[in-house]
Antibody
Framework: EVQLLESGGRLVQPGESLRLSCAAS????????MSWVRQAPGGRLEWVSV????????YYAGAVRGRFSVSRDIPKKTLFLQMNTLTLEDTAIYFC???????????????WGQGTVVTVSS | VVLTQSPGTLSLSPGDRATLSCRAS???????LAWYQQKPGQSPRLLIY???SRATGIPDRFSGSGSGTDFTLTIDSLEPEDFAVYYC?????????FGQGTKVEI
């Protein structure tokens, strides 16, 4: 059974950093694109970042490029999102999500975690 | 690519047909368009991808169509559990984008 479990979200002040984790199980972690998607209060989904199945290629939404960095630990089957210089606009639920097509970068998400809440406030 | 969904809210009754629209600011290759359902307090669930292919376990009352810049999700004969928010997503670019959502309410 595929499971994705995010952690690391908490209340931080503007300008601070935070690292989120997503522990994966039930599938071959290194064979699928993995993404971070966030949902701000009010509900709109925003695709934050994606890492290709081979881990070589990473892409970021314009709002976070240069501040956020995605990485992974294959033996631990864990995806990370390092978030620096956080702003009020980064307040959201952060989900990790698995691509549905093995080996493909461009794929929709067939499994999502339950999300971890990041609140940026002074 | 900006995705614009309409209407923002759809007020219907069980048994009705729901027709949801997703318009892209530029052509989206059909195979790179998907639809999700999200209920309060839950993560989104994949319904349709490749414009018209149903994800595993999705009932056949859900169908997708469209091409170019205009795409449609149709729900035939709404069930009580179908009242939720629906999002379209394009993944032709990396990372892709989502529409702002359509709420289907009773």
């Amino acid at each position: 059974e595929v499971q994705l479990l995010e952690s690391g979200g908490r209340l931080v002040q503007p300008g601070e950093s935070l690292r989120l984790s997503c522990a994966a199980s039930g599938f071959t972690f290194s064979s699928y694109a993995m993404s971070w998607v966030r949902q701000a209060p009010g509900g709109r989904l925003e695709w934050v970042s994606v890492m290709s199945p081979n881990g070589v290629d990473t892409y970021y939404a314009g709002a976070v490029r240069g501040r956020f960095s995605v990485s992974r630990d294959i033996p631990k089957k864990t995806l990370f999102l390092q978030m620096n210089t956080l702003t009020l606009e980064d307040t959201a639920i952060y989900f990790c999500a698995k691509g549905v097509v093995r080996g493909a970068l461009r794929a929709p998400f067939d499994f999502w975690g339950q999300g971890t809440v990041v609140t940026v406030s002074s | 690519v900006v995705l614009t969904q309409s209407p923002g809210t759809l007020s219907l009754s069980p048994g009705d047909r729901a027709t949801l629209s997703c318009r892209a600011s530029q052509d989206v290759t059909s195979s790179f368009l998907a639809w999700y359902q999200q209920k309060p307090g839950q993560s989104p669930r994949l319904l349709i991808y490749g414009v018209s292919s149903r994800a595993t376990g999705i009932p056949d009352r859900f169908s997708g169509s469209g091409s170019g810049t205009d795409f449609t999700l149709t729900i035939d004969s709404l069930e009580p559990e179908d009242f939720a928010v629906y999002y379209c997503q394009q993944f032709a670019s990396s990372p892709g984008t989502f529409g702002q959502g359509t709420k289907v309410e009773i």
